[in-house]
């Protein structure tokens, strides 16, 4: 029922939902890059009025209310690799009256980027993790700069001003993060853009948050393919995006990330895409390689990877965790979140077993995660043989990582918390206990980490007597 309705207003989603790679194409006598003309919104025809006003004082409120509430992330790498790509996008379009740009990271996990009326753009950390180079974000930002330039929340309030609006606010901020009595407070974390939107934004400003009307929309679409195409970034790039949408996880159980999927305009949208890119490419255009950019939005995948781990997405922890360490060997952070990711799988494989992939399997353990805690999962699988040999491969795979980090980088602390957290867990206690013994003396302070790990430490230390207290 709740996803039927979902459905409805996901009509209107933002640029997220293309599909299919552009065909290869012959550039002869193709339009080059400069003479593609941007489309800058209805201009000084767009007078404000009292309702237009209010509407930017709710869109100033939410902005404020998410870096109160530490929404916003403020790394600076990612901040200028936004910054310089939102730039790029503008390019040299008159920027209306009460717009200021800024483009801004959000904490969310739920795939989704978008636009406030007073330039503020959002992409949330699930998007930007889901992406994979420059042209693909020059897209999504191309589509929401758009929706800016052409008043599309203003003209959307007017406009649902005489009608009433169609959907219902409520409901979309209740699906906005899924609900089990089971799940974590991490979980908590999808949808926090809109749930926290609600908490103060009028209805409209909270359903702009997953879309405009159809024609809007198609505005936007269009607009954002010839911003990029513009700034000499590729535009099929855009329609690959989405495509990467249509990959969307099978790992996990958890019905957040599959509404984009069946979206009925899809089909059209592609289309448009796909022909824009296909009549518009010419001289050099700019894709930008997979490394750069995950190198750039390193920030945003590894909050990622944190909120999958305190969200029991441990699969797809460990699939995020290890691209970003494939893709950049030496560096011990992401190795280590890696490790801390296989350690978390526990009995869980790696990827869904065959019976967990079959009609029946999907159903049952879907049931299954909300019914069980995840202590409760762990225990029902290591009943069986599959989940003991699971969890043998992920703790010594856990092991052999941490221990790498160790032996590259021997000063580096949380290796050694993480391998104790391990040890731990494996009931070798006097190995835990040398292990956070180790943390202690590298990281000396006051920290809060520091205190967890002290009192760890005693935990270990107690257990580990234990058994020599026994006659
Ligand atoms: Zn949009």
Redesign the pocket.
């Known amino acids: 029922m709740r996803a039927r309705a979902l459905s409805v207003f996901l009509l209107?989603?933002?640029?997220l939902l293309f599909s299919q790679q552009a065909p290869p194409i012959s550039t002869a006598s193709l339009p080059s890059a400069a003479s593609i003309e941007v489309p800058t919104g209805p201009g000084p025809g767009f007078a404000f009025t009292k309702i237009d006003n209010d509407l930017l004082d709710e869109a100033n409120a939410v902005d404020a209310l998410y870096e109160k509430k530490g929404l916003v992330m403020h790394d600076p790498a990612l901040q200028a690799f936004l910054d310089t790509v939102g730039k790029r996008v503008i390019a040299n379009r008159p920027i209306p009256e009460n717009v200021t740009f800024r483009f801004r990271a959000v904490r969310d996990p739920m795939v989704n980027a978008?636009?406030l009326p007073n330039g503020s753009i959002y992409v949330t950390t699930g998007l930007l993790a889901l992406l994979e180079n420059e042209a693909e974000l020059a897209g999504v930002l191309g589509?929401?700069t758009s929706?800016v330039f052409e008043r599309h929340t203003y003209l959307e309030n007017r406009s649902v001003r005489k009608k009433a609006l169609t959907i219902n606010i409520l409901e979309i901020a209740a699906s906005a993060a899924p609900m089990g009595s089971n799940l974590s407070a991490g979980v908590q974390l999808f949808g926090a853009s809109v749930q926290l939107a609600a908490m103060i934004g009028s209805d409209i400003i909270v359903a702009t948050i997953y879309?405009?009307s159809r024609e809007?929309?198609h505005q936007?679409d269009s607009d954002g393919l010839a911003a990029m195409t513009a700034a000499s970034y590729d535009s099929s790039a855009m329609a690959r995006s989405f495509e990467l949408l249509d990959h969307d996880s099978t790992l996990e159980y958890e019905p957040i990330e599959g509404f984009y999927r069946d979206h009925p305009k899809l089909s059209d949208r592609r289309e448009f895409a796909t022909q824009f890119a296909s009549t518009h490419k010419a001289g050099t255009f700019v894709t930008g390689d997979t490394k750069t950019y995950m190198d750039n939005v390193s920030a945003a995948i590894c909050y990622e990877i944190g909120a999958d781990l305190s969200s029991r997405r441990e699969r797809t922890a460990v699939e995020r965790s290890a691209r970003l360490s494939a893709m950049f060997p030496d560096n011990p952070k992401y190795k280590i979140l890696l490790a801390d990711s296989y350690r978390s799988l526990g009995s869980k494989t790696k990827t869904p077993t065959d019976e967990e992939r079959t009609r029946h399997g999907q159903s049952e353990h879907r049931k299954e995660y909300f019914r069980m805690t995840p202590d409760e999962e762990q225990k029902k699988l290591q009943e069986n043989p599959e989940g003991q040999s699971a969890l043998r491969d992920n703790e010594a795979m856990a092991e052999q990582l941490y221990k790498s980090v160790i032996q590259s980088n021997p000063n580096y602390a949380a290796a050694h918390s993480g391998l104790g957290f391990l040890f731990e867990q494996e009931g070798k206690y006097n190995e835990a206990a040398i292990e956070y013994q180790t943390y202690l003396q590298m990281e000396s302070g006051t920290s809060m980490d520091h205190l967890r790990i002290q009192r760890r430490l005693a935990t270990v230390q107690k257990l580990a007597g234990a058994p020599l207290h026994t006659p």
């Open positions: 209107a989603f933002c640029p978008f636009a589509h929401e929706h879309g405009y809007m929309e936007a």
